[in-house]
């Protein structure tokens, strides 16, 4: 006599954490991308607002957020859980943007080098918005990586433990990172026309 299968239960995804999410993603993928789609619906509107002021523009924010949901895809069966899955996927995203960004430095250089102007495409606004644009001109004035720091506290919502992963920093130079770089862009509050 055979074994009766047991029939699937149903589930409902919006109701499961993040770990229970990656448990059943890694069982379903690639057959099934329930769970893995939930993750993704969560964490798709911060990861966009990530990329975008990591990388100053949509076009750009929206290929690497593709890039970075391909990349959990593929990932997930090998993601451990040693991090929370927050922390993982924002380690990718700053990775993507990293190489994005070298590759339009290069680019720049590039384009420099051959003395050709690059033409720059006509683009309708989508929705201006002034403050977004105000703080994206505002974080322009402060490092790299003390952006990316910032982005990643305010944007993403990480703790400082889980940027200094992210980063391959120690805890108290990205306390110390974050610090210097809120008291510039307080300097820039307070006086906007430096």
């Known amino acids: 006599m ?9 589930y409902s ?15 379903e993928l690639l057959h099934t991308t329930t769970a893995y789609e939930e993750l993704m619906r969560r964490y798709q509107r911060t990861l966009f ?7 100053g523009n949509e076009r750009d924010a929206d290929d690497v957020c593709q890039e970075v949901m391909l990349k959990v895809l593929h990932g997930l069966k090998q993601f ?10 924002y380690s990718i995203t700053y990775n993507e943007c990293i190489t994005q960004y070298r ?3 290069r680019k720049r250089r590039l384009l ?30 402060v490092n790299p990586i003390d952006r990316e720091i910032l982005v990643l506290r305010f944007i993403a ?16 130079a990205t306390k110390m990172r974050y610090k210097r770089a809120l008291e510039k862009l307080r300097e820039q509050i307070d006086s906007p026309f430096i």
């Not at 607002?49 to 990388?55: E, I, K, P």
Request: net charge negative; glycine share 4%.
């Open 2 to 10: 055979t074994p009766r299968k047991e029939p699937r239960r149903r």
């Open 13 to 27: 995804p919006a109701t499961l954490s993040d770990e229970e999410l990656v448990i059943a993603a890694k069982g």
């Open 49 to 55: 607002n990530v990329c975008a002021r990591y990388l």
């Open 80 to 89: 451990e859980g040693k991090a929370k899955f927050k922390t993982w996927l």
């Open 103 to 105: 590759k339009e430095k």
């Open 112 to 141: 420099d080098a051959l003395s050709l102007d690059e033409q720059e495409e006509v683009v309708e606004p989508e929705s201006p918005v002034a403050e977004s644009q105000g703080l994206n001109k505002m974080l322009s004035h």
């Open 157 to 172: 919502e990480l703790e400082f433990q889980e940027i200094a992963n992210i980063m391959h920093m120690g805890l108290s």
